[in-house]
């Protein structure tokens, strides 16, 4: 048995069209395929792992001796969202897809419901870029005070408010009545997220760290409640724990960067624990996916790529770290939507020299089958154990 896993969710490092790309409007996105042609993208550690045997990248050549297990994954669930598919990883599929208002914006009766709730009139109302959408509308918002709220493709409400204008507890007040309003059936979306932002006027207004995301509890127990219920550690980082609504989860801390991600995982490797260490690394997607910033995405990986040998010194040899992403996010592909596609995985663990191949997996849900296998825990419905391809318990 493993005594820690640690799992790392590049949010987003999408790795070839997954092959019902066609139905989701994604035929040949390729996020890191497509970063690497853009730059020249330097990631030794990542390459020695094994990450250009999974599939061709450009100056990520394949080695002979990888050191991780290597692999891609396919998602199984209907959607190509976070909370998709990090359920799916913990073995949860979500086959009957949530709410989107992408062409319509939100209904009217949702909108003077909110507006009455929360005494604010709301602007916007429309599918859009979160950067963009400050930009056009946040200077009416700082004047009238009214409210900005928008949504893309995910099944997603989003308010942004500016932090003067709007204290942020009173944003998280507003965002926890519109997640209540957006309890019926008929408009339940999947998250509704708190964006805030600050800076003086539309050229230099930037969103802040306090975006906070109000998901739905998971339907079904996953793999962290069968290892919190058997008396494992839960521990999430970043997101995660907004991702699951906490279910599961014994201990959790927030992240202000993908640095302060990999500080904090670092620093959580240092300790001793018996169980799970799930961080996600939002940036990948959030600053460089959905911005269509192909070379701030490379280098964004390239920094993870530095900071990889900092966690792994701390890894014992009865610890396993797993990389991979939720979904794809290729910031060459039209429109600022997440892509689907397969996802990487790369298996490591110090007891052993050298990895290989696995065979290319149907679901993500095999993750969070193998870390209860591993645990000998109660197993998630979906999925099967990646154990016997990396040897065993
Ligand atoms: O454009 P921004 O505000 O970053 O929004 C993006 O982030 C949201 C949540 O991850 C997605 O729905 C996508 O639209
Ligand atoms: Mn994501
Ligand atoms: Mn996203």
Request: glycine share 8%; with cysteine.
């Amino acid at each position: 048995m493993y005594n820690r896993i640690f799992l790392i969710i590049l949010d987003s490092l999408g790795i070839g069209e997954a092959p019902d790309a066609k139905a989701y409007n994604d035929e040949g996105a390729n996020t890191l395929g497509h970063i690497a042609e853009f730059m020249n993208l330097n990631i030794p550690n990542l390459q020695g792992f094994g990450l250009g045997n999974i599939a061709p990248i450009k100056n990520v050549e394949p080695v002979d001796t990888p050191k991780a297990f290597f692999t891609k994954m396919q998602e199984a669930s209907l959607g190509k969202d976070t909370m998709t598919g990090h359920w799916e990883l913990m073995g949860l599929y979500i086959t009957k897809p949530f709410q989107t208002f992408t062409e319509t914006g939100f209904p009217k009766a949702l909108i003077d419901e909110l507006e009455k709730k929360t005494g604010r009139k709301i602007i916007g109302n429309v599918s859009a870029s979160g950067t963009e959408i400050i930009k056009e509308l946040g200077e009416q918002h700082m004047k009238t005070g009214d409210i900005i709220v928008y949504t893309s493709a995910d099944s997603v409400l989003q308010i942004a408010m500016h932090e003067d204008i709007i204290p942020i507890e009173e944003q998280y007040r507003i965002c926890e009545i519109a997640r209540e309003i957006t309890m019926k059936p008929e408009w339940k979306v999947g998250r509704v997220i708190a964006r805030p932002f600050k800076g003086k006027n539309k050229k230099d207004f930037a969103r802040t760290s306090n975006r906070h995301d109000y998901a739905l509890k998971p339907s079904e127990k996953t793999t962290l409640n069968f290892l919190s219920e058997a008396g494992y550690d839960v521990i999430a980082l970043g997101k995660i724990n907004d991702i699951f609504d906490g279910y599961g989860i014994t201990e959790y801390s927030k992240t202000v960067s993908n640095d302060d991600g990999m500080r904090q995982v670092t620093k959580t490797a240092k300790r001793e624990f018996t169980g799970l260490c799930f961080l996600n690394l939002v940036d990948f997607d959030a600053l460089y996916g959905h911005r269509r910033d192909p070379l701030g995405y490379g280098k964004a990986i390239e920094k993870f790529d530095e900071q990889l040998p900092k966690l792994i010194k701390e890894l014992k040899e009865d610890d396993l770290l797993i990389l991979t992403a939720d979904h794809g996010n290729d910031p060459t592909a039209p429109g600022t939507d997440h892509t689907r596609e397969y996802v990487p995985l790369l298996v490591y663990s110090k007891k052993y020299l050298v990895g290989n191949k696995m065979p290319i997996l149907k679901t993500f849900a095999d993750v969070g089958y193998t870390i209860a296998d591993n645990f000998g825990t109660e197993k998630p419905k979906n999925g099967s154990s990646f154990l016997k391809h990396i040897g065993g318990k």
